[in-house]
């Protein structure tokens, strides 16, 4: 179990996913989700996996509550999600969770490593 001495910061993950080429934000809207900016492709559960997930407590402020997913698409691209959760969640819309839900697993031994 980690602690709050010994969990690695967001920004620090996030930066080690970056170097990894997961650098394109996911946003996910009622149509599906899109990669960078809505001028990509439309991509839908299927077409995605979620190859790790970091989720962060937030135990000295409670705006730190999120979930941090590393993704890849089914045509080669990398990208993550980054979702708050509790009562800062921003993404309270029933397609949305219907959406990541649907989304397979498929974790990524070698991304373990860039967080605890």
Known sequence: MSTSASMTPLSVVMNKLAAKGYS???TIKEEGAYLGNQDSPVYQA???TIVRNYRFEGESD???MSVLYAIETNDGKK???L???GTYSDQ?????DA????VP???KAELEELGN
């Open 79 to 81: 990208g993550f999600l």
């Open 99 to 102: 959406f990541i839900l649907d």
């Open 62 to 64: 409670p705006a730190d």
């Open 24 to 26: 394109e934000e996911i």
């Open 83 to 85: 979702n708050a959760y």
């Open 92 to 96: 309270d819309t029933a397609y949305y």
């Open 105 to 107: 697993i498929n974790e």
């Open 46 to 48: 299927k077409d995605l």
